[in-house]
């Protein structure tokens, strides 16, 4: 999925009530939504420096949150500040008796987790993405309030308590675990935390939730592009020696639980041809086309990333990539029948073309 990079706006006094507003797009099941966030600090920007760095930082992956969401209508104290009575005992450790709160997803809700309830999630599976990316900023014992607001006229609105846009609520962190930032992972966690990611995309699209499915997908392949590097894929970007340094620092243990270059690269291939197949569903031709044509680089006898790539050629009227694409799969697997039905679409699609064409041409010379 294409992220859109936050923005902070720090206002009011530095030294005492400092605000900051940061927006950007979350993935929810039925689409894309708008974030903003405010909070409001009440300490000075050199004890918020010098707690980023020391007793009070901020969650990372695989860290177990305790948060509560409530939208704005079901609370009096939303206004983004931090709670002291909470965060007087939790501030300067970590908790660490977390337990993971199991809830499915739900195609009919934004936020995700139980509203108005205390739950636990763990940062970076991507169950609630407008949680999780308000949790990355946040410590112990604080509130922020965020405003939602459908991104494109094809996204439903779901379930509101109050019937109006944007949506309000509030967040509040009480407490979590200690995590890692993604390049602190050691190799064999982070392919893990890939085929978790992969498991997850294919249980979500299977439920319907394509949007849950684009982005469990687009995490696994964040994930696993630079630990292709460090198995040897052909074709790592990047200085040489820099990587063989890396893989010195792997140890024999997390060798062994590592993958293959082979098996990397057809894991790779599959993430790019899932993807693409939920770019088509999401009626994203273009994207679906690249994801498809770097799942058939990678492994040129992957059938479905050709008949994919066929599907987004004919989207994009691009008729004589989609026959070589569809040309190319039966190839693979002769007399398949999908393959023969969309093959002979689009040459049927191609010769109406050019009858339009030539009709038009007579009647310009005419």
């Not at 939303?78 to 993971?100: H, I, N, Q, W």
Request: with cysteine; proline share 6%.
């Amino acid at each position: 999925m294409e992220s859109v990079q936050p923005t902070e706006i720090p206002r009011g006094n530095a030294d005492h009530d400092a605000v900051d507003v940061t927006s950007w797009i979350s993935v929810c099941p039925k689409g894309l939504w708008r974030v903003q966030r405010t909070r409001a600090h009440s300490w000075s920007r050199q004890l918020v420096s010098n707690s980023e760095n020391a007793s009070n930082p901020c969650p990372k992956l695989g860290s177990l949150c305790r948060v509560q969401v409530q939208f704005k209508a079901n609370t009096d104290d939303s206004d983004g500040s931090v709670s002291d009575k909470r965060s007087e005992k939790l501030s300067d450790t970590y908790a660490t008796e977390f337990v993971d709160t199991p809830f499915a997803r739900c195609q009919d809700s934004v936020l995700q987790i139980p509203v108005g309830e205390w739950v636990t999630l763990r940062l970076g599976e991507g169950q609630c993405d407008v949680t999780e990316a308000c949790l990355e900023g946040m410590r112990p014992g604080e509130k922020c309030e965020i405003q939602l607001t459908p991104v494109g006229p094809d996204v439903s609105v779901p379930q509101n308590p109050d019937g109006d846009l944007p949506l309000c609520a509030t967040v509040e962190l009480k407490a979590f675990t200690p995590g890692k930032e993604s390049w602190e992972l050691p190799t064999s966690e982070k392919w893990q935390w890939v085929k978790s990611h992969k498991e997850r995309g294919g249980v979500r699209f299977r439920s319907g939730d394509v949007w849950g499915a684009s982005d469990s997908y687009s995490r696994a392949l964040k994930l696993l592009i630079p630990l292709c590097s460090l198995v040897g894929l052909v074709g790592t970007k990047g200085p040489k020696l820099e990587v063989e340094e890396q893989r010195d620092a792997i140890t024999a243990d997390e060798t062994q639980q590592l993958p293959s270059v082979n098996e990397c690269k057809i894991i790779k291939a599959e993430l790019h041809s899932n993807l693409s197949l939920c770019q088509l569903k999401l009626n994203q031709p273009e994207r679906a086309k690249a994801n498809a044509a770097k799942a058939t680089l990678l492994d040129s006898g992957a059938t479905k990333a050709w008949y994919r790539l066929g599907q987004a050629c004919q989207m994009l009227n691009e008729l004589e990539e989609a026959k070589q694409a569809f040309r190319k799969l039966l190839e693979l697997q002769p007399e398949l029948p999908a393959a023969v039905k969309a093959l002979k679409g689009v040459i049927s699609r191609e010769k109406e073309r050019n009858a339009q064409l030539g009709l038009r041409l007579s009647k310009m010379f005419s």
